[in-house]
């Protein structure tokens, strides 16, 4: 394909995709791998980069107008696929400033980036270095068109294998350049002072976070992580979920669904490795703070979430987005307790999907004096979808939950016809009025500061509402 006017295409070495796309979070546009040579491509408009420093020396370069490029087909082409694949929710291009912000994280100021020599990223702590070791590389090839005259490529180590994968080249299998799939595939080793690193590349790549292996999570506890983490509604997206599994080296697995998918993978990495730092290591790359940083909602959901699972293995998740021990749970109730999370709480405690449905945004933004404003507007809402009257606050509550001239509320909660029910007919209505006076009122005049309302308050405050809910829920409404 021919670059023209409109796009231009930037290539980088294949292995700083996956941490510069994290980088990127919903920025970055249409990337894809060219793997025969090792190589990433990104879309950009035409004319970014324009005043980027020279960066051959690091191995990027640019594809402008009149240039020839390869790029994949919807479904790819040969090895070349999709790395971020374009679809009508991503933008058509990655943003040039962003992306430029994103290689500094690899690569440093980019004045100077060209002149310090290449960098890669270590294979086994996933971060970048000039100071690296080539410790094993491959070549594949595959396809139709690929006969090999002898025992096929595969992956190639120093040596005697190397020599071999050499005399494949030189002497040539047949094969037919249209259907062959070509895959190169480099293993860095960060400096050899990084003795957690060397660890792993003699072990096998057991994948770790940390200088020591956890012993593995049961299965239930594994599957209700991928729940959480791939959730329909509120999880990541199967894109998200792939680009995560590749970065840190789990293989992705078939599934009727995104949790089924993820539980699949992370069980098998787990069952390999005999060792739960693969479920770690997943956990904390998907909630590091940085990705949530347009959504801190979406943080504190997932987040208070998770630590109704992680306290069955006695940990939590800090604000952080570390995994940090704690309390171990064996029951529910204790789950919930031990979480630290209000919307656990609240599940156990069994609220009213009504008082929900009007504060869990607040929250999740841990933001109690809003929350109990919201909190206490939903009865008056729910009196007004009740009647259809259009009143608002003492008015509304002496018009549809007090007899009046007609000797019958039009909002019952029983019978009436004893002076017991009658008392606990008006007290209801004082309840309302009084909940309102005090909260709804004054967090909708007074500043949050001269205002403050605590968790346990706050905790008690929608325990009442839930109940008014259910006595709404049985309530006798006349028209």
Known sequence: MTVDDWWCALSTPLDWAPPVVGALGDLCGPVYAEPGLNR????LPSGAGADWPDLSGVGVEWHRTGAEVLVPGPDGCGSMAWHRYPLDDSPVFTEPGALRLARQTLLGPLETAGALGPVAICHFCDQPSRDVKLIAWGEQMSGPGWRPPGRPGGPVRPGRDQAAGQHHRRHGAERSASCVNRTVRLVWLCHPGRLA?????????VMTTAKKTFDPWPAATVIAVADVLADTVDGLSGREIGLLLERIGIADADGSNKRERLARALLVRQAR???????????TEAMAPVRYARQPEVFSRRRDDLNEVLVHVGLRLNDAGKLARGTAASTLDEAARHANSLRAELRRRGTHPQVLAYCTQEILAKNAFHASLEAAKSVFDRLRQLTG?????????????MPGAAGTPRVAINTGVTPTERDEQKGFASLIKGLSSMYRNPAAHDPRLSRPVGDEELLELLTTLSMVHRRLDAARTQP
Request: glycine content about 8%; some cysteine.
């Open 40 to 43: 990433a491509h990104w879309l």
């Open 389 to 401: 009257e259009q009143l608002d606050g003492a008015r509304l509550v002496d018009a549809v939950l």
């Open 197 to 205: 690193c060397v660890g792993r590349a003699r072990e096998g790549c």
């Open 273 to 283: 490795d005999r060792a739960s730092n693969c479920v770690v290591r997943f956990i």
